[in-house]
């Protein structure tokens, strides 16, 4: 009975959606609402046209992220800051000294292949990290992705060479100071529009030739997207440490 | 002749996820979940979004399956029935 | 609409019907499966099938990756780059998601000895 | 620097810069944390009320994020729904000030700085859904503050909370996936983002008409069980019950009624009567489930002997009322629906806090151990009083005028029907508050209550003033009514097909 009502309503559903799919715009058509708009006021042909010009960076998904709907990412970050802050509401923060893990328990010994191989990768994932975060105004990539890079390697790192290794790098006292910085970059970014008599998040200002302006977008835009990646570094290594080295207290 | 390899990635994509949500064991789950999502970062590299291919891959494929298998070992590895 | 038109719409919209396919499938975890962690996997496949959706939507035929790189004119086709910004905003609110509903079952567990759906719902008319 | 232009996105932006310092702040010393939350809460009070003054002066506020045109960028639009923002901001003072003392001994010493990072993420999110003028934007921000919503309800630590968080936690995601689909579609036939532009074009969108209908069911759905609407509900009671009693006075005061918000906002793009498309038959369907959600909110609080359980049923029962004010599509009906939106968050506060305060002296939350409360802590009990007075709907309070007025314009929108269904649930919501006054006044107090004092300072102000509000709105009903009658002019303002 309840598996019946399940698949008939699945169905439906299934059905609604499909009806709504088959009537949507086709796919793939470049002459489409979206991509050319009402006339004067379409975004995508600025966009694409004027971005690099106006907004700072040659890759347009940064421009649109960063400035153009950089409020969107703004809201996005306190999103990041938001989940952890909530994970701390569920599980508490881990405490120093407190003996509570698997893998230094664990009875599988240690590989010496994992180990070596590693400790020569994580520099190089390291580097690459890196280099997302800063090209990611002229190719592939930004703040948050190069940001859960450096997680992931600092979370190969916790997992390989133990919590007590990993405690002793990522302390937690440092680590707290540092958690919402993704959202304070963006604000202090944003505000100093506000102080040259311009809106939230301006990064052009009157009184500048067009090229310093540019050079001024651009390092800005570049001071966010480090902001973003340290904010997300930071707050995915301590979600997992809090997931991980849960204190029962 | 590309669009044909979309197809044939997008047929992929059903398939892991039918695997996803018929498999017992967890473990095994949250794994071709996270093949699910690199599947769905090359579907999308496929579509010129190579911005967005890159976080799925990082996020997506990284992030969250590690999330999972923490949670797992934590919890419990086979699913009652 | 007639069935072959209908057909034939679903022929070039292909990429839309496997998202909702996808969603569907999602949707079945969700409501059917008891184990919670096995509900949020299936929630994660709607969510990426609702990203495969857009990326779809703002996807051109023979159109390039947003991002100038030398020799590029003003009538190069190009995708269409808002969802796909848009997108990057939904990738980091579903892992946020993820996260803290993992951290409840981390510690519904710990209370409970179980992620059985069923059971917990048992356990708490007790 | 004009700095008064540049509230609208001020009023997002300080309480998030608030929250991302708090967890410094607090490794410098807890107690500061709540002087901290409290002074970004009052700015923003502050601010808002300067807004809401422009507003009813001058007309809507339009102001661009980045300084793009609204249809390149980002759009904050503060208009007459967006007056709500001063209820956000004053109710959230109250609440954060309500917490001190109850908070602290309810959870662990080590999450305080968590939890007023929290609320003030939350009260972010409200703010910042209902200024916002951009549609993913308004997804954005429901995510920041469903996100602090279900953390904050498992903030407690015992095994129920966590059970009960997790409830909303799936219902709410699934709802958050449908509205982000409905987003979707809506952009792929529009073209746009921003929700202004969307209604100027929609009508235009006609050869994709069943796409924009989906996408409206779609958006009712999500909003639905952002606001509990009958099937849907199932979460509240218990989240809402659970949660530590000021994070239950902000979830059932504010949060449910931002789903009512994001439902109002979608309504003015697709217009009720006019347009594209008729939505008509959704709306009927709406107003069907609205008086069963009434009916049924009204009758399982009855039988409820926790105290907090009882508000959080009542809470399901009001939301009826405010869903059937919206969907009958008629002028009073409309008028009560969204006064209603306003008074029920006073009244609910008012009672959530009144009940805590109880809790917090004597520790019990059932009815029955809380016989003759009232010779003890006769100001909180009064006040509640004055609440439960103006739920139940006799005149001199505020709760009277919006019931009123959804009573007549079912009547005039032909169909009594639901104008029964309203009385009744009335009848039943009188039925059980009366419970609640016959158990504080009319028993003789226990003996473990002989030595009880009053509750402290910072309880009763915001609970005074909740109680002279109530007052203050009932008489001077027609002071939120100048907010409402434009909304209503706007909803109900039939374009051309």
């Given at each position: 009975?309840?598996?019946?009502?399940?698949?008939?309503s699945l169905l439906l559903c299934f059905g609604i959606m499909l009806i709504a799919v088959v009537n949507m715009p086709p796919m793939g058509d470049?002459?489409s609402m979206m991509m050319t708009g009402p006339?004067?006021r379409a975004p995508i042909?600025?966009?694409?046209?004027?971005?690099?010009?106006?907004?700072?960076?040659?890759?347009?998904?940064?421009?649109?992220?960063?400035?153009?709907r950089?409020?969107d990412?703004?809201g996005?970050?306190?999103?990041?800051?938001?989940?952890?802050?909530?994970?701390?509401?569920?599980?508490?923060?881990?405490?120093?000294?407190?003996?509570?893990?698997?893998?230094?328990?664990?009875?599988?010994?240690?590989?010496?292949?994992?180990?070596?191989?590693?400790?020569?990768?994580?520099?190089?994932?390291?580097?690459?990290?890196?280099?997302?975060?800063?090209?990611?105004?002229?190719?592939?990539?930004?703040?948050?992705?190069?940001?859960?890079?450096?997680?992931?390697?600092?979370?190969?790192?916790?997992?390989?060479?133990?919590?007590?290794?990993?405690?002793?790098?990522?302390?937690?006292?440092?680590?707290?100071?540092?958690?919402?910085?993704?959202?304070?970059?963006?604000?202090?970014?944003?505000?100093?529009?506000?102080?040259?008599?311009?809106?939230?998040?301006?990064?052009?200002?009157?009184?500048?030739?067009?090229?310093?302006?540019?050079?001024?977008?651009?390092?800005?835009?570049?001071?966010?997207?480090?902001?973003?990646?340290?904010?997300?570094?930071?707050?995915?290594?301590?979600?997992?440490?809090?997931?991980?080295?849960?204190?029962?207290? | 002749?590309?669009?044909?390899?979309?197809?044939?990635?997008?047929?992929?994509?059903?398939?892991?996820?039918?695997?996803?949500?018929?498999?017992?064991?967890?473990?095994?789950?949250?794994?071709?979940?996270?093949?699910?999502?690199?599947?769905?970062?090359?579907?999308?590299?496929?579509?010129?979004?190579?911005?967005?291919?890159?976080?799925?891959?990082?996020?997506?494929?990284?992030?969250?399956?590690?999330?999972?298998?923490?949670?797992?070992?934590?919890?419990?590895?086979?699913?009652?029935? | 609409m007639?069935?072959?038109l209908f057909?034939?719409k679903m022929?070039t919209n292909f990429n839309y019907v496997v998202a909702i396919t996808l969603f569907t499938i999602g949707l079945?975890?969700v409501?059917?499966?008891?184990?919670?962690?096995?509900?949020?996997?299936?929630l994660?496949i709607m969510e990426t099938s609702c990203f495969l959706l857009y990326i779809s939507m703002g996807a051109?035929?023979?159109?390039?990756?947003?991002?100038?790189?030398?020799?590029?004119?003003?009538?190069?086709?190009?995708?269409n780059?808002i969802p796909q910004a848009l997108i990057?905003t939904g990738i980091?609110v579903a892992?946020?998601?993820?996260?803290?509903?993992?951290?409840?079952?981390?510690?519904?567990?710990?209370?409970?000895?179980?992620?059985?759906?069923?059971?917990?719902?048992?356990?708490?008319?007790? | 620097?004009?700095?008064?232009?540049?509230?609208?996105?001020?009023?997002?932006?300080?309480?998030?810069?608030?929250?991302?310092?708090?967890?410094?702040?607090?490794?410098?010393?807890?107690?500061?944390?709540?002087?901290?939350?409290?002074?970004?809460?009052?700015?923003?009070?502050?601010?808002?009320?300067?807004?809401?003054?422009?507003?009813?002066?001058?007309?809507?506020?339009?102001?661009?994020?980045?300084?793009?045109?609204r249809w390149?960028?980002i759009e904050?639009y503060?208009?007459?729904i967006?007056?709500?923002?001063?209820?956000?901001?004053?109710?959230?003072?109250?609440?954060?000030?309500?917490?001190?003392?109850?908070?602290?001994?309810?959870?662990?010493?080590?999450?305080?700085?968590?939890?007023?990072?929290?609320?003030?993420?939350?009260?972010?999110?409200?703010?910042?859904f209902v200024?916002t003028g951009d549609l993913f934007n308004i997804f954005v921000m429901m995510e920041?503050?469903s996100?602090?919503?279900?953390?904050?309800?498992?903030?407690?630590?015992?095994?129920?909370?966590?059970?009960?968080?997790?409830?909303?936690?799936?219902l709410g995601a699934v709802s958050s996936l449908a509205i982000l689909m409905a987003i979707g579609f809506l952009y792929s036939i529009t073209g746009s983002l921003n929700m202004r532009e969307i209604a100027l074009y929609l009508p235009k969108a006609t050869s994709h008409t069943p796409v924009a209908i989906i996408a409206f069911a779609l958006f009712v759905m999500g909003f639905s069980v952002k606001a509990a609407l009958f099937p849907l509900?199932?979460?509240?009671?218990?989240?809402?019950?659970?949660?530590?009693?000021?994070?239950?006075?902000?979830?059932?005061?504010?949060?449910?009624?931002i789903g009512v918000c994001g439902l109002l906002r979608i309504l003015l793009i697709y217009r009720y009567t006019g347009g594209l498309i008729d939505v008509k038959p959704v709306l009927n369907i709406i107003s069907w489930l609205a008086?069963?959600?009434?009916?049924?909110?009204?009758?399982?609080?009855?039988?409820?002997?926790?105290?907090?359980?009882?508000?959080?049923?009542?809470?399901?029962?009001?939301?009826?009322?405010?869903f059937?004010?919206l969907s009958?599509v008629?002028?009073?009906?409309?008028?009560?629906?969204?006064?209603?939106?306003?008074?029920?968050?006073?009244?609910?506060?008012?009672?959530?806090?009144?009940?805590?305060?109880?809790?917090?002296?004597?520790?019990?939350?059932?009815?029955?151990?809380?016989?003759?409360?009232?010779?003890?802590?006769?100001?909180?009990?009064?006040?509640?009083?004055?609440?439960?007075?103006?739920?139940?709907?006799?005149?001199?309070?505020?709760?009277?005028?919006?019931?009123?007025?959804?009573?007549?314009?079912?009547?005039?929108?032909?169909?009594?029907?639901?104008?029964?269904?309203?009385?009744?649930?009335?009848?039943?919501?009188?039925?059980?508050?009366?419970?609640?006054?016959?158990?504080?006044?009319?028993?003789?107090?226990?003996?473990?209550?002989?030595?009880?004092?009053?509750?402290?300072?910072?309880?009763?102000?915001?609970?005074?003033?909740?109680?002279?509000?109530?007052?203050?709105?009932?008489?001077?009903?027609?002071?939120?009514?100048?907010?409402?009658?434009?909304?209503?002019?706007g909803l109900l303002s039939v374009t051309v097909r």
């Open positions: 009975m309840k598996r019946a009502l399940v698949f008939f470049p002459k006339p004067g042909p600025r966009y694409l046209s004027e971005g690099r010009q106006e907004a700072g960076a040659e890759n347009i998904i940064t421009d649109i992220i960063l400035n153009y950089g409020y990412t703004n996005e970050v306190t999103v990041i800051f938001t989940a952890l802050m909530a994970v701390l509401a569920v599980l508490n923060r881990e405490r120093k000294n407190v003996s509570y893990c698997d893998i230094e328990t664990s009875p599988v010994k240690r590989s010496v292949v994992v180990y070596t191989i590693v400790r020569i990768m994580l520099p190089f994932i390291l580097l690459f990290s890196l280099y997302v975060i800063l090209f990611g105004e002229v190719g592939p990539g930004g703040g948050f992705q190069g940001g859960t890079i450096i997680a992931a390697a600092a979370i190969i790192f916790i997992l390989i060479f133990g919590y007590s290794q990993g405690m002793e790098r990522f302390p937690t006292t440092w680590r707290m100071n540092f958690e919402g910085i993704a959202p304070l970059t963006f604000i202090a970014m944003g505000i100093i529009g506000l102080f040259l008599g311009r809106n939230y998040l301006t990064f052009m200002f009157p009184g500048f030739s067009h090229a310093s302006n540019l050079l001024l977008a651009r390092s800005m835009l570049m001071i966010i997207e480090i902001g973003i990646g340290a904010g997300g570094a930071f707050i995915f290594t301590s979600i997992f440490f809090a997931m991980q080295r849960e204190d029962k207290s | 002749m590309i669009w044909r390899l979309d197809t044939i990635l997008l047929l992929f994509l059903v398939a892991t996820s039918l695997i996803v949500v018929r498999s017992k064991d967890l473990l095994a789950a949250s794994l071709i979940f996270g093949a699910y999502s690199l599947i769905m970062c090359i579907v999308w590299q496929q579509l010129s979004a190579p911005d967005i291919a890159l976080t799925e891959a990082a996020v997506g494929a990284g992030v969250t399956t590690v999330l999972f298998i923490v949670t797992i070992s934590k919890t419990t590895r086979k699913e009652e029935e | 007639s069935l072959s057909l034939s022929g079945y975890a409501v059917a499966k008891n184990n919670l962690i096995k509900k949020f996997i299936g994660n051109v035929k023979g159109g390039r990756a947003p991002i100038w790189t030398e020799g590029m004119k003003k009538t190069t086709l190009f995708v780059p990057l980091v892992v946020s998601t993820t996260s803290l509903a993992l951290s409840l079952m981390i510690k519904i567990y710990e209370h409970c000895g179980t992620l059985d759906a069923e059971k917990l719902k048992r356990m708490e008319t007790e | 620097m004009n700095i008064a232009h540049h509230f609208p996105v001020l009023l997002f932006v300080v309480p998030v810069a608030a929250a991302a310092t708090l967890q410094i702040i607090g490794k410098i010393r807890r107690e500061y944390c709540f002087y901290w939350a409290t002074a970004a809460i009052s700015i923003c009070a502050f601010m808002s009320t300067v807004l809401v003054w422009k507003v009813y002066k001058t007309g809507p506020i339009s102001y661009v994020v980045g300084g793009w045109e390149f960028g904050i503060f208009d007459h967006s007056a709500c923002a001063l209820l956000i901001s004053a109710l959230g003072l109250l609440i954060i000030i309500f917490s001190k003392q109850y908070i602290e001994k309810e959870i662990d010493e080590r999450k305080i700085p968590v939890y007023y990072t929290l609320i003030l993420l939350n009260l972010a999110g409200m703010l910042g200024i920041i503050l996100l602090s919503g279900y953390a904050l309800v498992a903030i407690g630590e015992e095994k129920i909370a966590q059970l009960a968080a997790f409830k909303y936690l799936v509900h199932v979460w509240l009671p218990d989240a809402h019950a659970i949660a530590p009693t000021p994070v239950s006075a902000l979830l059932s005061g504010l949060v449910v009624k008086a069963i959600t009434i009916v049924v909110g009204a009758f399982f609080a009855v039988f409820q002997d926790d105290i907090k359980m009882m508000l959080a049923y009542s809470t399901v029962s009001n939301i009826g009322y405010i059937l004010g009958l008629q002028t009073n009906a409309l008028v009560g629906g969204i006064n209603h939106i306003f008074n029920h968050a006073i009244i609910k506060v008012l009672l959530f806090m009144g009940a805590g305060a109880i809790i917090h002296q004597t520790g019990h939350r059932r009815l029955s151990d809380l016989h003759g409360i009232a010779r003890k802590m006769p100001i909180t009990t009064g006040c509640l009083s004055i609440g439960i007075v103006s739920i139940v709907g006799i005149p001199p309070t505020n709760g009277f005028v919006c019931k009123w007025l959804i009573a007549i314009g079912a009547m005039q929108a032909g169909k009594p029907l639901f104008a029964a269904a309203l009385l009744f649930g009335a009848l039943f919501i009188f039925a059980y508050y009366i419970k609640i006054i016959n158990a504080a006044y009319f028993r003789e107090p226990r003996e473990e209550y002989k030595k009880m004092d009053e509750a402290p300072l910072t309880m009763l102000v915001p609970i005074i003033i909740l109680a002279v509000a109530c007052l203050v709105f009932g008489i001077g009903a027609s002071i939120p009514l100048t907010f409402i009658k434009p909304v209503a002019k």
